[in-house]
């Protein structure tokens, strides 16, 4: 059974920053790839960071230079570090692995205050 565990939300005000975590109960090399979603209170999922086993990484252009996604492979875990934070920016942030199989963490909520 494969876990992904989130952790690092929480309130903050506009223009702060936050890291959330994503520790997987399995090396994440036996991942393709793994990243990070979010979603706002009556809007669809979207890809917010993608990074591959390679180290090459996706961010979407709504945070591209503010946002950062990371991995520690040592740890298994993999971090996205959240700058200059909106209040767009507020919802369920996800975690997602891909192997054969698209795996989901529980979902940490981030809200930023305006």
């Known amino acids: 059974q494969v876990q992904l565990v989130e952790s690092g939300g929480g309130l903050v005000q506009a223009g702060g920053s936050l890291r959330l975590s994503c520790a997987a109960s399995r090396n994440i090399f036996d991942y393709d790839t793994m990243g990070w979603f979010r979603q706002a209170p009556g809007k669809q999922r979207e890809l917010v960071a993608r990074?591959?086993?390679?180290?090459?990484?996706i961010i979407a252009d709504s945070v591209k230079g503010r946002f950062t996604i990371s991995r520690d492979n040592a740890k298994n875990t993999v971090y996205l570090q959240m700058n200059s934070l909106r209040p767009e920016d507020t919802g369920v942030y996800y975690c997602?692995?891909?192997?054969?199989?698209?795996?989901w963490g529980q979902g940490t909520q981030v809200t930023v205050s305006s």
């Open positions: 990074i591959t086993s390679g180290g090459s990484t």
């Open positions: 997602n692995a891909v192997g054969g199989y698209a795996y």
